[in-house]
């Protein structure tokens, strides 16, 4: 019989698992037009229960917010339960379940992640990318030839596949050669191991037992997320789409090790037991399941940190496969989407040619930071959450006052508002004073303008999506102001010098506009004597590019973005990174710091 020629073939970025990291990093390049493939083992698609919480930020951040609004719930409510005098359980507080006050969407959303997942594929499959199923990596080698990894052109990532549902006869192998590599194939990584990252961190795991169920329940709280202490352990509850909840429950060893193997055996604990474990925490409130158990699983997990995010920075891996943690701060998916869409765009760039692989480096140096505070934040809420609670007969226990105020005092980084990047290539944190709202290596916070050519309020967010492009925000101050208009012109005059990274930067041959940087100008006024053909043509690209911080016609919003961000009445120009975090920030005056900014890792083309 004839032996089947082993396919090959080239690719910009091959992805390696498609759960929310792979789909997000795949769909971020999609859009940003690389040549990208993305294979999962799973024949087919995750079609109910894993993860389900998406915080403030995650909303807020890749255009996804209104299908997410519409199908998913809004939790906005937390409720806090301790012990009773009675044997049972009582309601001690209710706080907002998230403390965010910058946050655009002051809520969390909860939606199985197949739903989640539907986005990023719904989008891919218009984009012509879909996910190749039924297929695993057998082997991957990175090329030992410096010349060849230095090169941005080359594929120095050889990777076997192999197809595991071909009919007999048809070549199950493919060689791939890839310019880059991420592995995004959950908390067992194949990629991971193939390169002996080790996962840092406790070796101990923590068993998580989780049942979906269309409740019948006298539990007052079951459509706010609810953290229950009680003397029989702690249960979380979260609504969900369609009349749902999601019940998580910390399992004891002893209820499900088998003493004898000393591993976990599934056969000890089925639904049934778990939701014997969670009424009674619940008691005295009933809980029934009206349609049976709709999802559960036994979720095994430790809090560890991989040791490192990236190979060469040719291949990475992010999500699950390099931070494991505990379901409790609602962060896997998170966590997971915004690593993958950190890489995505650094890698994006350096497929166009566009930025030196020092610009790679930042991928794991912020995101490893994130992870190692998440972990800290996970035993810190976990030990909290499991602790048994402060009674009279446990002075030692967690008093419930404590719990609630460590869960708001944490909100900001839960909810992602409040990650912040440390300096490095991508952030300077230069001339903070010049806009002491917008903190230099976090995100851009929301604010409404009004569009000068037509009075249409706009969400400055709105602006800066999540794609691969720079935004540079000039904030030209008072433009009918003869000294502000006269450091406004110096400044564009010296933005168009050839040196400047404007045009150090441009792309030859586009003349529709410049590829890497949006310009969008936020001047002082009002609307109704405003004037934007003043303003020079570099600041107005496009009539829809200039904006006024006014108030709109029912004065409801508008009109103190300048105050909110700081920016004093000589203006500023502010640097937004294609993920929507501020990288840097300069005076009108001082735009070779800009030049100097872009200069630590961009490329000018070929
Ligand atoms: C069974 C299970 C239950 C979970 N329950 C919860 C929960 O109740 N609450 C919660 O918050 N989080 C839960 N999680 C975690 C949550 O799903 C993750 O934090 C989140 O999905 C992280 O996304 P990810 O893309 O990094 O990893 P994952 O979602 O794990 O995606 C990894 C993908 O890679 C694929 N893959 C793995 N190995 C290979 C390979 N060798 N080749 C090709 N493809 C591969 C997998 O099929 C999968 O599609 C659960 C995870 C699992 C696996």
New binding site residues.
């Given amino acids: 019989m004839p032996v089947p020629v082993v396919p090959y073939s080239e690719v910009d970025v091959l992805v390696?698992?498609?759960?929310?990291?792979?789909l997000m990093c795949a769909n971020a390049l999609a859009n940003a037009r690389v040549n990208v493939r993305v294979?999962?083992?799973?024949a087919v698609k995750v079609a109910a229960?894993?993860?389900?919480?998406i915080s403030p930020r995650t909303i807020e951040s890749y255009g996804i917010a209104e299908r997410l609004i519409r199908e998913s719930v809004q939790v906005h409510q937390a409720a806090f339960y301790n012990p009773s005098s009675s044997g049972g359980i009582e309601l001690t507080s209710r706080a907002p379940d998230v403390t965010a006050p910058s946050a655009r969407y002051p809520f969390e959303v909860a939606l199985h992640?197949g739903a989640i997942e539907s986005i990023f594929l719904d989008s891919m499959t218009a984009l012509g990318v879909e996910v190749e199923r039924s297929t695993?990596?057998t082997s991957i080698e990175i090329s030992k030839d410096e010349n060849e990894l230095m090169d941005s052109a080359s594929h120095p990532v050889r990777v076997t596949l192999q197809r595991l549902d071909v009919p007999e006869g048809q070549p199950q192998e493919e060689i791939v050669h890839a310019k880059y590599v991420v592995g995004?194939?959950?908390?067992h990584s194949?990629v991971r191991k193939q390169f002996d990252i080790a996962m840092e961190g406790e070796q101990s795991e923590f068993i998580w037992g989780?049942l979906d169920m269309v409740p019948d329940t006298d539990f007052p709280d079951v459509r706010n997320k609810s953290l229950v202490h009680s003397n029989h352990g702690s249960v979380l509850l979260v609504p969900r789409e369609q009349d749902r909840i999601r019940v998580y429950m910390q399992l004891e060893d002893k209820d499900i090790i088998n003493p004898a193997t000393g591993r976990v055996d599934k056969e000890r604990m089925g639904p049934e037991e778990m939701l014997d474990v969670a009424r009674r925490s619940l008691y005295p409130y009933k809980l029934i399941p009206t349609t049976g158990i709709l999802w559960w699983?036994l979720?095994i997990i430790g809090q560890r940190v991989a040791s490192r995010f990236s190979i060469k920075n040719r291949v990475f891996i992010a999500?699950?496969?390099c931070h494991t943690h505990s379901?409790k701060a609602?962060q896997?998916?998170n966590a997971?989407m915004n690593d993958a869409h950190n890489l995505a765009w650094k890698i994006a760039l350096l497929v166009r040619g566009w930025a030196e692989p020092s610009l790679l480096s930042t991928y794991e140096s912020e995101r490893r930071k994130y992870a190692l505070d998440l972990i800290s934040f996970d035993k810190m809420f976990s030990t909290l959450f499991s602790g048994k609670p402060l009674t009279e007969e446990n002075s030692h226990g967690v008093a419930p006052e404590h719990f609630m105020k460590t869960f708001q005092k944490f909100g900001g980084f839960t909810s992602g508002i409040g990650v912040h990047y440390n300096p490095s290539v991508a952030v300077s944190d230069r001339n903070q004073e010049v806009a002491s709202g917008l903190v230099i290596g976090e995100r851009f916070p929301p604010y409404k303008f009004i569009r000068a050519a037509d009075a249409w309020p706009f969400e400055i967010q709105d602006l800066l999506p999540s794609d691969f492009r720079f935004k540079l925000l000039v904030f030209t101050g008072d433009f009918s102001d003869p000294l502000q208009q006269a450091r406004v012109k110096s400044m564009v005059a010296n933005i168009q010098k050839p040196e400047s990274f404007l045009n150090r930067y441009a792309t030859p041959g586009k003349n529709s506009g410049n590829p890497r940087f949006d310009i969008i100008t936020i001047s002082k006024g009002q609307k109704e004597g405003f004037d934007l053909l003043q303003f020079p043509t570099l600041l107005r690209s496009h009539w829809s590019k200039v904006f006024i911080d006014d108030t709109d016609f029912t004065s409801s919003f508008g009109g103190r973005g300048y105050l909110y961000y700081g920016v004093g009445p000589e203006g500023a120009l502010v640097a937004v990174r294609p993920d929507g975090y501020i990288g840097a920030i300069a005076p009108l005056d001082h735009v070779e710091e800009l030049d100097a900014y872009f200069a630590s890792f961009m490329k000018i083309s070929a």
């Fill in positions: 390696i698992g498609a759960g929310p990291a792979g294979v999962d083992k799973r229960g894993q993860a389900d919480g992640q695993v990596p995004t194939d959950g908390a194949w989780v699983t979720y999500g699950d496969a379901p609602g896997g998916m997971s």
